[in-house]
């Protein structure tokens, strides 16, 4: 494939991420693939520090989580291997379930280990407080639910945490393995611009 010639584009800001592209190219005729330099000194890496409790009821009559498919060992085995179920689980700033609602944990998770609990989770963690409202950052991966003290990984995120990356340490407050009933704490640190 032929390169085009080289496009010079000084300090094009994108409005809402500060990123500046200070030298862009265009592969092929049209520009569907444009690569481009960073202007690094007009980028701060910024952290923050968040703390929430979160809230999942798989049981009662407004469960917070549900279970959208098993296998037919599903029920045999003792940590519910091949369960796949979607949460919508209230994030709060304490650990009553009266305390302030500052944004809510969707997504699915699964059961994927035959010998201990541990769930996948594919979850976006949407915040509705102050300047973090509409802000979103997402969580993969593997959450060891048979542990206290659990660390998940930040992979993304939206707004405030547009290309974010991070990690979660949680820990059980509540856990019933009976109904699935669980308080969490979080302290997720992420790294974002
Ligand atoms: C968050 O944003 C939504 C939609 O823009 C708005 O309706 C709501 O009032 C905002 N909440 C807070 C706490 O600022
Ligand atoms: C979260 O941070 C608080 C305050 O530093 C600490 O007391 C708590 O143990 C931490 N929890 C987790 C799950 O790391
Ligand atoms: C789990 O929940 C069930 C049903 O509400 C209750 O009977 C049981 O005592 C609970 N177990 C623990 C360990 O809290």
Redesign the pocket.
């Known amino acids: 494939m032929e390169r085009s010639a080289e496009t010079l584009v000084l300090a094009i800001l994108l409005i809402s991420t500060a990123i500046v592209l200070v030298k862009c190219e265009n592969e092929g005729e049209d520009s569907s693939f444009v690569e481009c330099e960073l202007n690094l000194r007009h980028r701060k890496q910024k952290v923050s520090q968040l703390?929430f409790y979160l809230y999942d009821n798989p049981a009662g009559s407004n469960p917070t989580a549900v279970p959208i498919a098993k296998a037919a060992m599903t029920e045999k085995s003792a940590t519910q291997f091949g369960l796949l179920a979607v949460a919508d689980d209230p994030l709060t700033v304490g650990a009553e379930q009266t305390s302030k609602l500052i944004g809510r944990a969707q997504g699915m998770y699964a059961s994927d280990s035959k010998q201990e609990w541990n769930l996948l989770l594919a979850m976006h963690y949407t915040f509705i407080e102050g300047k973090y409202n509409g802000s979103s950052i997402s969580v993969l991966g593997m959450n060891h639910v048979s542990t206290q003290?659990r660390e998940l990984t930040v992979v993304g995120g939206t707004g405030i945490f547009r290309m974010a990356r991070g990690y979660a340490?949680?820990?059980a407050i509540y856990n019933n393995f009976t109904t699935g009933e669980a308080l969490i704490?979080y302290?997720v640190t992420v790294f974002h611009y």
């Open positions: 703390h003290d340490m949680t820990k704490q302290n």
